[in-house]
């Protein structure tokens, strides 16, 4: 069995007099991609925030590889629903750009290859499709060896061939042990995940089930 690598245990965060979480916990093992699923202000990105580390829980513990994530920022990588703006930089720039303000960096050939941009080294970011960025949001976190991905909506806005492409490389990326979280509102990204917990009014009302389309829409 492998080990988990997120732990989130009995989290509730308050925002004033409303819980936007609560009693939450779950986990998630090496290698293993969990979909939080749910509406519009379920409480995903609340949720997502805290397992990363960049929000403090009002109540509760999570330990990302042991340690408390919001400790230790630097050792997990974020995915937020918008890609950052690059402008008049290439690719190949843009990789180069991060890799200075990254101890150890992956190579840019190695991020680009892993993410299938290498074809676009040369291509001005001005010039890539939505997916392509998201795609370049990925190699840019690869390039700080993240081992632990937190992804909002990675595909929110993408065509299905878009999705389909991003998903491959999640799926790459898992094999090869990364641990990866999704907050998604969308039942068929989240079918794609090796598990789902869906999220209702901040409460994990199913904590564990697999990507069975039927039974998600039933939960
Ligand atoms: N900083 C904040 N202060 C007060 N309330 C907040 C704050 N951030 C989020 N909330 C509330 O907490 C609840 C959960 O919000 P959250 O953004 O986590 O949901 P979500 O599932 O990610 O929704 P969406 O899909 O719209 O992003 C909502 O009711 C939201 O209004």
Redesign the pocket.
């Known amino acids: 069995m492998k080990a988990n690598v997120i732990e989130v245990r009995e989290i509730r ?1 308050r ?2 007099a ?1 819980d ?2 609560r009693g939450v916990s779950f986990r998630v093992a090496e290698g293993e991609i969990y979909a939080l699923l ?12 805290v397992a990363a580390g960049t929000r403090r829980p009002t109540i509760g513990s999570v330990r990302v590889r042991g340690l408390d994530p919001y400790e230790r920022r630097d050792a997990v990588g974020a995915v937020w629903r918008d890609g950052g703006l690059f402008p008049g930089l290439t690719v190949a720039e843009v990789v180069d750009t991060w890799r200075r303000w990254t101890m150890d960096p992956l190579t840019r050939d190695e991020a680009l290859r892993l993410t299938g941009l290498s074809g676009l080294a040369d291509v001005p970011f001005e010039r890539l499709t939505d997916g392509q960025r998201r795609l370049l949001d990925l190699a840019l976190v690869l390039v700080g060896r993240s081992d632990v991905l937190f992804l ?2 990675p595909t929110a806005g993408l065509d299905e061939a878009a999705a389909r492409t991003v998903w491959a490389v999640l799926r790459v990326l898992a094999r090869a042990g990364v641990t990866i979280l999704v ?1 998604t ?1 969308d039942v068929d990204e989240a079918c794609r995940a090796d598990r789902i917990g869906v ?1 209702d009014h ?1 409460v994990l009302v199913v904590g564990d089930m697999t990507g069975d389309r039927n039974a998600v829409q039933a939960a």
């Open positions: 965060v925002f004033g409303d936007a979480v749910g509406a519009r202000g379920a409480g995903k990105t609340t949720l997502l925030e909002d909506e907050a509102h999220l901040g």
